[in-house]
């Protein structure tokens, strides 16, 4: 149960939520780790929340019929919603997670003035928050707003930064643990390789980009995040000749490069704008080769 956050690296903030549940917050963000890691982390104080054994004092005994419904996503207090399910996928295929419609966010402000079904309070964990219309940011800052004593929120995001301010001020933030630099660097070395080979030669990046769900926004995020570095090495003369970015990026004149960074910004804009992550990366690739001299 709950495997992904099971190594010791995350018994500090099992213990702290554990105390956190006697006098629960009513905004949690919960930041760092992978997005498996957070759902984990989420369910895992819905499970602090909810368990006998966690009210009366202690931790989730992750045995009992209630740990166990939470940890299948299958408690009726347990509500997920994720903002990058589109409102078609989840009327025509509904899971236990939930598109952030606003048709679903109505029914939640209803549900919210019940009471929850059992002791303990209802969790509502809300992912996919980055980029999402204002129209239902603002339905959902007004429901983290009310007084509302049988439920607590969970935000979930890579980073606070990625959220809007206004959520980010409401909620109680603890970072997980960072994954492994290495891991965590692993996939996008591999579409470094593949956008700097089509900075040089035009050819094998959109094959990549096209594959059904190859990147999301995570990726493409980082990846964009790597072009920034490289060409900030590169422009102050420090390129680092073992990245193939950098090697790309290298002939291009000082005001080419300004261009290129305020592109890379641009595009990070995009992605926030829930841009689909593959269109993003395929314009900034064609400018950067465009801007390279390739046609
Ligand atoms: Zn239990």
Redo the contacts with the bound molecule.
């Keep these: 149960m709950f495997a992904s956050i099971e190594s010791p690296d995350f018994v500090p903030l099992k213990a702290l939520l554990h105390r956190l549940a006697q006098q629960p917050p009513q905004v949690l963000l919960l930041e760092g780790g992978s997005e498996a890691q957070r759902l984990d982390m989420a369910r895992y104080w819905a499970?602090c929340c909810?368990?006998?054994?966690?009210l009366s004092g202690g931790a989730?005994?992750?045995?009992?019929?209630?740990?166990?419904q939470?940890a299948a996503n299958e408690h009726l207090d347990l509500r997920i919603y994720d903002g990058r399910i589109s409102n078609k996928d989840d009327e025509e295929n509904p899971g236990p997670i939930r598109a952030l419609s606003m048709e679903n966010l109505r029914q939640l402000k209803q549900l919210l003035r019940d009471a929850p079904h059992g002791e303990g309070r209802r969790v509502v964990v809300l992912a996919g928050l980055t980029g999402q219309r204002a129209s239902s940011a603002n339905a959902l800052l007004k429901a983290l707003e009310e007084p509302s004593p049988c439920n607590v929120f969970v935000l979930l995001a890579p980073q606070r930064e990625q959220l809007l301010p206004t959520l980010v001020s409401r909620a109680l933030c603890l970072t997980l643990p960072w994954p492994d630099p290495l891991a965590r660097n692993a996939a996008p070395a591999d579409w470094e390789d593949a956008l700097g080979l089509f900075l040089q030669t035009g050819r094998g990046l959109f094959e990549k980009t096209s594959a059904r769900n190859a990147l999301d926004a995570q990726l493409a995020q980082l990846l964009i995040l790597s072009c920034q570095k490289a060409l900030a090495r590169v422009l102050s003369g420090v390129a680092d000749p073992a990245s193939p970015l950098d090697s790309a990026l290298t002939p291009l004149s000082a005001s080419s490069l300004a261009s290129c960074i305020a592109w890379c910004d641009e595009a990070q804009d995009a992605l926030r704008q829930a841009v689909t992550p593959a269109r993003v990366v395929e314009a900034l690739a064609a400018r950067l080769y465009v801007a390279r001299g390739g046609r």
């Design positions: 499970a909810r368990c006998p054994q966690a989730p005994c992750l045995v009992c019929p209630v740990c166990l939470i």
